[in-house]
């Protein structure tokens, strides 16, 4: 059983196109995140959040927006997307209230693509 | 602003030997760091952790030491297996409230049979 699942696993698109990722984790976690690695390798937190409410939210624009319809899921649509949002995509999850002690989660990532 | 570093991209080690992984930080924040291993495909996964307060944790073949004053820490890995090649990433995070983590931009291991 796959403990926190994405997808799709690769998503090739159009530039301004609107799609969205889907992330589940089966673990009964609290907190759910949303992590970019850009072609540089950068890890970076784009979001997380706690019992379906929002808790951190970095500086990404806001074609970016994230929701989540239970604890269990938490999905990332991005509108009108860009050459610069090819990146990795990583969906994590820990249990507790995002506690920097909860160790976290990781699905195996999307890859999205856009030409 | 690069607040935690692996200057070291790759590293190649011989079966049997150790593994030394480095990662340096900026941020005096930062108090709690972790390392995760990461195989082609799959996400991060957790390997060991370490709090300011300790300057080594130890997990089976893994050990973790932190030079607080220096703003550094390693990974040893000992002794290296060939299941031991992935990337590794260092992570740090001020250890309070819902902080999020700060990555590396990870290094190759790769184990030489």
């Known amino acids: 059983d796959t403990a926190v699942s994405q997808t799709p696993k690769y998503l090739v698109t159009q530039m301004g196109n609107d799609k969205s990722i889907k992330c589940e984790q089966n673990l009964g976690h609290d907190t759910m995140y949303w992590y970019k690695q850009d072609s540089k390798k950068f890890l970076k937190i784009m979001f997380s959040y706690n019992n379906k409410e929002l808790i951190i939210n970095e500086t990404v624009p806001n074609r970016f927006s994230p929701k989540s319809p239970d604890k269990a899921h938490l999905n990332l649509h991005i509108n009108s997307l860009e050459l610069g949002d090819s990146a990795v995509y990583f969906c994590?999850?820990?249990?507790?209230?995002?506690?920097?002690?909860?160790?976290?989660?990781f699905g195996p990532g999307t890859r999205l693509t856009v030409l | 602003d690069q607040q935690v570093k692996q200057n070291s991209p790759s590293l190649s080690v011989q079966e049997g030997r150790i593994s030394i992984l480095n990662c340096d930080y900026t941020?005096?924040?930062?108090?709690?760091f972790l390392w995760y291993k990461k195989y082609p495909a799959e996400g991060p996964t957790f390997l060991i952790s370490?709090?300011?307060?300790?300057d080594k944790n130890e997990d089976g073949r893994f050990t973790v030491f932190l030079n607080k004053s220096a703003k550094h820490l390693s990974l040893h890995i000992v002794p290296s297996q060939p299941g031991d090649s992935a990337v590794y990433f260092c992570?740090?995070?001020?250890?309070?409230?819902?902080?999020?983590?700060?990555f590396g931009t990870g290094t190759r291991l790769t184990i030489i049979p």
């Open positions: 994590a999850s820990s249990q507790g209230a995002g506690r920097t002690s909860d160790t976290q989660y």
């Open positions: 370490i709090s300011s307060i300790k």
């Open positions: 992570a740090a995070t001020p250890n309070f409230g819902n902080e999020k983590l700060t």
């Open positions: 941020n005096s924040m930062f108090d709690y």
